[in-house]
């Protein structure tokens, strides 16, 4: 037992415990504290005041808390919780808002020390105290704006209400920044059940024994369940059914997250120790961690899979061959880009609740960016119809992409299905770093051609991407890597192939930009190399060569007047571009597009439902995934514009209780295609009066894109596209970044304080990716990265200022112009970074991350011919 001093109240633990956070959450129901990485202490999330000093929970041992004084966010007085959360929301300083409680607890904790010297905290100061957290979503410019402001004793302008084109605060920023509003991992229904999962020992070995009686042997463990538990389909997979839930005894495992055992118990710490006490004999096998290697093995990589092609990507438009050989200047290069680790602040949680007695139906509560598409899998799993399921969203603390396929939530699901009783599982980090996709590393071998003036005559192509043993969306990602290859260019002659590799890597899949990212930071790089060998400028051979209405653009697409905006952002840094390159500071430019939506011949519609209640208020239901991006928000904001109604009586619901799904919440579409079909739900409520009761159903479709396959000689590829211009500026004598002026063509800006932030979100992330971030493997397809720390994450104190320049250039017929932000603000960041290096050094870069050596990928030879 443990006595202390909780929020002024004193308490006592009557378990043992592993740490602080693990007391508070666990026995003392105390959740504003977050966990995010525990035991490492390395994300923030669990911040707590320890005898008035701020601490990380996850790290201070219960033997140290004995009598001292602890305070959590529950603990503060009103009125300062008011300011804190008022500050937050006025300045847009969340997202996901998952590590938001811990930053202000330790902001608390550095204005009453400022206080105390009779000091104002400076933000130089603050940023640097603030290297203690992570937060993956804002890129921390907006929180030390909030910080400044309540250190300056200002009090929080409050923001206007309105809908499109206003900044209104985003939904739940109050809730969210007090810690107030639960994730997953909060919720705790009655006669609640833990599971933890066996992850295999080794990445490619056949299993042939699972042992599971010492597990079962552990007091407190209820089941050990196993492949031969599942009653339904072994395989999910949100493309080709090609992931297993489990491996079976009998079968072969093919990376290290594949799962083989689920361990359901009376709490987590008994269902995590049990779980290491399944016993697994295995036959270990040769591992496929590198694509080149695998593309040329006679064996398969994955088991029960033919072949380690997964998918081969390709379009041509006249001869390259020939337009390289009259070309003035060609440039030839083979550029690799790196594995990423999202490192969403959340770890994957999901709760499932038997509903209406033994196994007739399951509630289940997910994270996931498509809950539709979850419920679909689940009931598959259990060989039940779906409407025996119900998925409700929980708005997560992150995702990027990483939360489209399932973790956990089938496992979950089959523990609450066999036990009868509500089931949680969330993820360690450690296995979350095991189990989820990453971004692919791509190889790419480039050759593009110029005449004497700069502009371009041809682009050959070919890309080889690892995409680890199962399919997610990792075809998708070469396809549009491919598809995205030449840029925001004009190409008269054009040769592209892509191909996805299965291995027994990490399984690779969507990751913010989604290909564009990895293909742009080659594209950029032969431009800049064409304009050394042309005698002009970057900005100058971008302007030449950007892709304007009317013309041909990658695989055929003829581009409609949205392609402005690509010019207009161009144009809104040249300014920044001369005076820098004036005053004689190394500079770099990137330029980059990327598509909205699924496209490439993929019919996408989206669905909503606008409900007027009894008790006068209207509920707004859409089918898009809220994970920190604002869609909640944009949804709150198109029904205040259509129906003119007061937002205080708006709900915004995610859950299958109705058929609105429309997939995963990815491609940037959710702006657009949620406001398009809840624009379409309002406008039918007030042609119909807006009876109480009704379900008004609106609807968004885009049906008439074509796939590169369809043998179209002008295909349209993709409805919409955003645009951005990068330009970063180096400190000359440090080396260090210094600044970046971002101009992103967002189409409108439904909310442009959200869309500043998603901006200044996506370059922080684009840095890292540029410059430290990495998630490399070792040759028996271990990750060499195990904690959040090791990933290279760029730190608030190392984070340059960012000039946010959004650009309104409508993309025809979209609602509101609309185009979609959240993908675009990385694509240009990386080519950019190149560029200004080399304009510090003179060296051309060709791998990622350009500073951090040690996270880049290492292949054999390999040059796409």
Known sequence: MTTFDLNGTAVATSQDHPHLLAALRDELRVTSPKDGCSPSG????????????????????????????????????????????????????????????????????????????????????????????????????????????????????????????????????????LGDRPYIDDLRPAGLLHAALRLTDHARADVVRIDTSAALAVAGVHRVLTAEDIPGALRVGIIYTDWPVMIPQGGRTSYLGDVLAVVVADDREIARRAAQLVEVDYVPLTVYSDPVVALSAKEDAVWELDGNVLSVSRYARGDVEQALAASTHVVEEIFQTQRIEHAFLEPESTLAVPVGGSQSGLHVYSGGQGVWDDRNQIASVLDV?????????????????????????????????????????????????????????????YRAGCDQDGLLTGLWVRMIGDSGPYASVGMKVLERAAGHASGPYVLPTIDVEATAVRTNSPVCGAFRGFGANQAQFAMEGVLDRLAEKVGISGWEIRSRNVITPGKVWGPGQIMDDGCLGARACLDEVKDAYDKAVAAGLPVGLGLGLKNSGLGNGFKEIARAVVR?????????????????????????????????????????????????????????????????????????????????GVDYEGEYRVDWTNSMSDGVE???????????????????????????????????????????????????????????????????????????????????????????????????????????????????????????????????????????LDQQEHWVDWNGR
Request: charged share 20%; hydrophobic share 40%.
């Open 714 to 852: 002008n295909p349209i590829i993709h409805s919409t596209f955003g645009y951005a211009a990068q330009l970063v500026v180096m400190d000359s004598a440090t080396g260090d970044v210094d600044h970046v002026v971002a101009a992103h063509d967002v189409g409108r800006a439904v909310n442009p304080m959200l869309c500043e932030g998603q901006v200044e979100g996506a370059v922080h992330m684009g840095l890292g990716y540029a410059l430290t971030e990495g998630f490399p493997i070792d040759s028996d397809g271990r990750p060499k990265n195990d904690t959040l720390r090791s990933l290279g994450i760029i730190r608030s104190k190392d984070m340059p200022a960012v000039d946010v320049r959004l650009v309104e250039s409508p993309q025809p017929d979209a609602p509101y112009g609309i185009k979609g932000v959240g993908e675009i603000g990385l694509v240009p960041t990386a080519g950019a970074v190149a560029a200004a290096l080399h304009s510090c050094d003179g060296i051309w870069r060709h791998s990622l991350p350009m500073a951090d």
């Open 612 to 692: 007027f209640t009894v008790e006068g208020r209207v509920e707004v239901r859409h089918c898009w995934t809220e994970m920190g991006q604002g869609i909640h928000t944009v949804a709150l904001q198109v029904a205040v514009e259509e129906l003119q109604v007061d937002p205080e009586n708006v709900d915004v619901i995610v859950d299958t209780t109705r058929e609105l799904g429309a997939g995963q919440t990815t491609g940037s579409r959710g702006t657009l295609m949620g406001a398009g079909s809840i624009a379409d739900a309002c406008r039918k409520a007030l042609v119909d009066g807006c009876r109480t």
């Open 385 to 445: 119809p779906t409407e025996q399921i119900t998925v409700e969203l929980v708005s997560n603390g992150g995702a990027f992409g990483g939360k489209e396929d399932m973790s956990n939530q089938a496992h979950t699901a089959l523990a609450a299905w066999v036990t009868g009783q509500p089931v949680r599982c969330t993820l360690s980090r450690e296995e979350s770093l095991l189990m989820h996709p990453k971004r692919h590393p791509i190889r790419m071998a």
């Open 42 to 177: 390395q994300c923030g999330c669990c911040t707590v005041l320890l005898n008035g000093k701020a601490r990380v929970a996850c790290q201070m041992p219960m033997d140290k808390i004995e009598g001292a004084s602890v305070t959590t966010l529950e603990g503060l007085a009103a009125e300062e919780r008011e300011r804190y959360a008022a500050a937050f929301a006025a300045h847009g300083a969340l997202q996901c808002g998952f590590c938001t409680p811990g930053i202000v607890m330790r902001v608390k904790s550095l204005l009453d020390k400022a206080a105390d010297k009779g000091k104002v905290l400076a933000r130089g100061d603050a940023a640097r105290h603030l290297g203690a957290h992570l937060c993956r979503c804002t890129g921390y410019v907006k929180i030390l704006d909030a910080v400044d402001s309540l250190a300056a004793g200002e009090v929080p302008v409050e923001l206007p209400t309105g809908g499109i084109g206003v900044s209104v605060a985003k939904v739940e920023a109050l809730e969210l920044t």
